[in-house]
């Protein structure tokens, strides 16, 4: 019984620790369908695509390691790093500089 209690904790455990999932959420004055793009900085790659809905919009994913992107329309755009967990962004509340 203690054995099998032990080896359910180990399984629970790296299942926990295999969860490298992101969620960003955020908030973005722009019209509904407005498309805002995932770039991967170091590649320009684009990650993902989502669109804005009712001044919001979302991202999900993986990311085995933390990978320095930014998310945006245009210029309208801020850093992020993807790691585990849920990232909050506000496009509107960008430094005034990159407006």
Do not use: W
């Amino acid at each position: 019984m203690k054995k099998a209690f032990l080896s359910f904790l180990c399984i629970a455990a790296c299942i926990s620790c295999g969860n490298n999932k992101y969620n960003i959420e955020a908030v973005y004055t722009a019209p509904d369908g407005t498309d805002i793009y995932l770039i991967d900085v170091a590649g320009n790659d684009t990650l993902a695509v989502t669109t804005v809905k009712d001044n919001a919009f979302s991202f999900t994913g993986q990311a085995d390691e933390g990978v320095f992107a930014y998310v945006g329309h245009g210029n309208d755009r801020v850093h992020v790093i993807l790691e585990p967990g849920t990232i909050k962004a506000d496009l509107d509340e960008r430094p005034a500089s990159r407006r």
